[in-house]
């Protein structure tokens, strides 16, 4: 069973910064998509960022530019740097993975935990 493990969240002034981390545990699985998530008190969760296995990038509008996302392959995570944070990036935080066996042609989805990240004004 794979696990997804967070880390990195935590409290920070408006305009710091903040990396988060996720790794997966386990072996003889193939990682296609990457992807943080974010869900604030009330609202629904929102896809932040994606990289895929080839590294292509994407971002909602609103942390273009503030946010990059990035993975290691050989250590089976993926990361985010969160600069000139602002007081609406307050949410908990998700990663999640996609990923096939070795010995299967399905994918399956993981999510980690979540981490808080709280951003004060």
């Known amino acids: 069973q794979v696990q997804l493990v967070e880390s990195g969240g935590g409290l920070v002034q408006a305009g710091g910064s903040l990396r988060l981390s996720c790794a997966a545990s386990?072996?003889?699985?193939?990682?296609?998509?990457m992807r943080w998530y974010r869900q604030a008190p009330g609202k629904q969760r929102e896809l932040v960022a994606s990289?895929?296995?080839?590294?292509?990038?994407n971002y909602v509008d609103s942390v273009k530019g503030r946010f990059i996302i990035s993975r290691d392959n050989a250590k089976k995570t993926v990361f985010l740097q969160m600069n000139s944070l602002r007081p609406e990036d307050t949410a908990v935080y998700y990663c999640?993975?996609?990923?096939?066996?070795?010995?299967?042609?399905?994918?399956?989805?993981?999510w980690g935990q979540g981490t808080q990240v709280t951003v004060s004004s």
């Open positions: 386990g072996s003889l699985f193939s990682i296609r998509d």
């Open positions: 999640y993975v996609d990923l096939r066996y070795y010995s299967g042609r399905n994918y399956y989805a993981y």
């Open positions: 990289i895929t296995s080839d590294g292509n990038t």
